[in-house]
């Protein structure tokens, strides 16, 4: 019987898997947890969980997991797909947590971002703005950063 409580690694680039739940660090003493949800050449593809953390989680139970919506907590919700290169994921400190699986209602949001055509992948995700230009790496504009992202589409 497995409760989903797991001792946290540190996690290489080789050792990404999909469907595996990470902790990252998106700021001065901010995590939060994420799911892979696709893995391709120079890209991760990962579902963004709504708490945030000034502690780094080293352990989760998955069934508790939540991505919420800014109508329901304006200050606490997750992303359902946040596209970003593979150096700007393992900028963000992941550490292993546990296995999962992908459903296809988890993978609406890369459907659309691939059909969309675009391609455009984030270095990081920040829920601090001082973080987030610390590892930007801006090449040619087809890069961004999240909250740089949204400022920059309003």
């Known amino acids: 019987m497995s409760f989903g409580l797991f001792q946290s690694s540190q996690s290489s680039e080789s050792h990404f898997e999909v469907g595996g739940i990470y902790s990252i660090r998106t700021g001065d003493r901010?995590?939060?947890i994420a799911k892979i949800l696709i893995?391709?050449?120079?890209?991760v593809h990962i579902r963004l969980y709504k708490t945030i953390y000034t502690q780094r989680p080293l352990w989760t139970f998955p069934d508790t997991l939540a991505v919420g919506s800014p109508i329901d907590?304006?200050?606490?919700?997750?992303?359902r797909h946040v596209p970003l290169s593979r150096?700007?994921?393992?900028?963000?400190?992941?550490?292993?947590l546990v296995p999962s699986t992908v459903s296809e209602d988890e993978l609406d949001g890369y459907e659309m971002w691939k059909d969309?055509?675009?391609?455009?992948?984030?270095?990081?995700?920040?829920?601090?703005?001082?973080?987030s230009e610390k590892y930007t790496h801006n090449?040619?504009?087809?890069?961004?950063?999240?909250?740089?992202?949204?400022?920059?589409?309003?």
């Not at 893995?39 to 890209?43: A, F, N, R, T």
């Not at 907590?73 to 992303?79: A, Q, R, T, V």
């Not at 150096?87 to 292993?96: A, H, W």
Request: aromatic share 14%.
């Open 30 to 32: 901010k995590y939060r």
């Open 139 to 154: 090449q040619g504009g087809d890069r961004r950063s999240f909250p740089s992202a949204v400022q920059a589409a309003a």
């Open 39 to 43: 893995l391709g050449e120079g890209e």
């Open 116 to 131: 969309s055509g675009e391609g455009n992948l984030w270095d990081v995700f920040s829920d601090d703005e001082e973080f």
């Open 73 to 79: 907590d304006p200050n606490e919700f997750g992303i």
């Open 87 to 96: 150096e700007g994921f393992m900028l963000m400190e992941p550490v292993f």
